[in-house]
């Protein structure tokens, strides 16, 4: 598929298929989020892919989805994410102003998922001392974000603008 057409057809999974995520898969959307450009070629972030069962089943509570749709809008039980990125700040190494750096980071690693069949869904809003505390991150690191990865189980579409940017939901979820 060509760039422009996986770009045209991104859309946010919240439903996924309990079926695991290859390791080797994470590892090549770490690598597509590490080779984003970075300012000053700086490089402060880095990744943590998590995929063990258990883990997963500690990070989903720090989470927060679909706030226009919550509850409804979270992944039922049984639809949870199979794996996760986690992205980190290096402090000592940017304080301040690496959000673009993360946005960039997130848009390749997102792009990279698709064309590899996973849906993925981008988390800001996060209990970052809890999800910190469970992965062991060191105080030096700052979680900026989430990046929720599994087969997709539902077929998020585009509607035309009209006056509202909420998203929704249909009565089939």
């Known amino acids: 598929?060509?760039?422009?057409?996986?770009?045209?057809?991104?859309?946010?999974?919240?439903r996924f298929k309990p079926v695991p995520v290859d390791r080797s898969l994470l590892e090549k959307l770490v690598n597509a989020g590490r080779l984003a450009p970075s300012a000053g070629n700086l490089q402060p972030l880095e990744f943590?892919?998590?995929?063990?069962?258990?883990?997963?089943?500690?990070?989903?509570?720090c989470l927060r989805w679909a706030a226009y749709i919550s509850p409804r809008g979270n992944p039922q039980p049984g639809q949870e994410p199979m794996a996760y990125i986690v992205t980190l700040v290096n402090l000592a190494v940017r304080e301040k102003d690496f959000e673009y750096d993360v946005g960039a980071a997130m848009e390749n690693m997102i792009l990279a998922a698709l064309d590899e069949g996973l849906g993925s869904c981008w988390l800001l809003s996060v209990e970052r001392e809890k999800l910190a505390e469970i992965?062991?991150?060191?105080?030096?690191?700052?979680?900026?974000?989430?990046?929720?990865?599994?087969?997709?189980?539902?077929?998020?579409?585009?509607?035309?603008f009209t006056e509202s940017i909420k998203y929704w939901q249909d009565a089939e979820g």
């Open 1 to 14: 598929m060509r760039i422009s057409d996986i770009i045209l057809s991104r859309r946010t999974v919240r």
């Open 48 to 61: 943590v892919a998590v995929d063990d069962a258990e883990v997963c089943r500690a990070v989903f509570p």
């Open 135 to 160: 992965l062991s991150v060191p105080q030096r690191y700052r979680i900026d974000c989430v990046l929720a990865l599994g087969y997709p189980a539902e077929s998020p579409v585009a509607d035309e």
